[in-house]
């Protein structure tokens, strides 16, 4: 029963969280993703995660983190996407991160195209009213690719888990 509430209420809750919060502040704090690493860590025992298991979840959630993290000292990717990207990665565990990462890729990509393609207009008036509009249409801040990752993870996460997983116990 915990680990079905942990994957099908913590876990889309987090993401939900995760992806409103970089959209209206453009930050994914720490604490959120700390959450998503702790969900983890209480799922895994919960549902009986055998340790083999438990080692492949983590190298993806490593693996994850080592590659964010120099997309992040390029510049490509923001701190906040890196370190839940990573996060997210250990419950999709090593079998279905290219899965994660190329349906993240999928949905962020047409995301950014908009936000960019977006910003070559005035931002109407009453757009103005909200701060996070005004702060999402400025060209000097970043696209809000944490909704393309939370996305991505609730679409994978069946796949990752096994649908019988998802099924009320």
């Known amino acids: 029963m915990a680990s079905y ?8 809750f987090l993401m939900a969280y995760a992806a409103a919060s970089d959209l209206l ?3 994914i704090s720490n604490r959120i993703t700390g959450l998503v ?8 025992f919960a549902s009986g ?5 438990l080692v492949w979840h983590l190298a993806a959630g490593v693996l994850t983190l080592v590659i964010t993290f120099a997309f992040f000292a390029r510049g ?3 701190g906040g996407d890196a370190k839940l990207a990573a996060a997210t990665a250990l419950w999709i565990g090593l079998a279905h991160l290219p899965e994660y990462l190329v349906v993240a890729s999928i949905l962020g990509g047409p995301l950014t195209l908009s936000i960019v393609s977006a910003r070559k207009y005035p931002l109407p008036k009453l757009a103005h009213k909200f701060p996070f509009a005004v702060h999402l249409h400025d060209t000097k801040t970043g696209v809000p690719y944490g ?6 993870a609730l679409l994978v996460l069946p796949n990752a888990v096994g649908l019988e997983q998802l099924a009320w116990p």
């Open 25 to 27: 502040t453009m930050r």
């Open 49 to 53: 995660m055998t340790w083999d298991d």
């Open 5 to 12: 509430l942990l994957l099908c209420v913590v876990f889309p």
């Open 37 to 44: 690493l702790a969900g983890f860590v209480l799922y895994a």
């Open 147 to 152: 909704i393309a990752l939370a996305a991505a």
């Open 76 to 78: 490509w990717i923001g």
